[in-house]
């Protein structure tokens, strides 16, 4: 089946740990993101990808950090200087047209103890 | 910068009832409008789009859309919902022109709670 994976589910830590959440996609999409969401607030952009070796920082990529070595990866690490890190994040891909449609991940909730 | 309103944070109906989730976008520039569905501790997906053509657009379970250019809105309806629409429901908007990676900007999301 093709689709987006995230892992895992559902990550605790430690105050002060940086910690990595997995995005793969199979689906030979050339552009990957990463959201954070809050109960109120939405979805807000952290950062994106249109294509491997290159990134962009989002709306509010302070104390987030990307990686994109392979077409179908974007592990996002969340370090300790986010100040309040617990959420719900997203990951999406699409392909590189205009008029294509993100396509969303099962999610992860992080939760900083 | 795009920015999406949804004023509607929770909206309750009964089963069989009609429903309208609001969304109002600011640009006034050609936009791509999307609907996006999340049931609890999952990801979004993807219930309907307008790209360009008919204003009114349908989507998946029942649901569609319809485009005013002139109210920069872009409201969700369906004529009948079940217990199993109770969800949350985010429109989006992406600025095609900008080059930016076709990046979304979201509302904040409207619950919506089917009674029975």
């Known amino acids: 089946d093709g689709g987006i994976t995230q892992s895992p589910k559902y990550l605790f830590r430690k105050e002060g740990q940086n910690v990595t959440l997995s995005c793969e996609q199979n689906l030979n999409h050339d552009a990957m993101y990463w959201y954070r969401q809050d109960p109120g607030q939405g979805l807000r952009l952290i950062y994106y990808s249109q294509i491997v070796n290159d990134f962009q920082k989002g709306d509010i990529a302070e104390g987030y950090s990307v990686s994109r070595e392979k077409k179908e990866s974007f592990p996002l690490t969340v370090t300790s200087a986010q100040k309040n890190p617990t959420a719900f994040y997203l990951c999406a891909s699409r392909r590189q047209g205009a008029t294509d449609t993100q396509y969303f991940g099962p999610g992860t909730r992080l939760t900083v103890l | 910068a795009q920015s999406v309103t949804q004023l509607d944070s929770q909206v309750p109906v009964f089963e069989e009832a009609p429903v309208e989730l609001r969304c109002n976008y600011s640009?006034?520039?050609?936009?791509?409008l999307f609907w996006y569905v999340q049931y609890p501790n999952q990801g979004l997906q993807l219930l309907l789009k307008y790209l360009s053509g008919s204003t009114l657009v349908k989507g998946i379970n029942g649901f569609e859309a319809e485009f005013n250019k002139s109210q920069t809105s872009f409201h969700l309806r369906k004529p009948s919902v079940h217990i199993s629409d109770t969800a949350e429901y985010f429109c989006?908007?992406?600025?095609?022109?900008?080059?930016?990676?076709?990046?979304?900007?979201f509302g904040t999301g409207t619950q919506l709670k089917v009674e029975l």
């Open positions: 989006a908007v992406s600025d095609p022109g900008t080059g930016g990676g076709n990046k979304l900007t």
């Open positions: 640009s006034s520039v050609s936009v791509y």
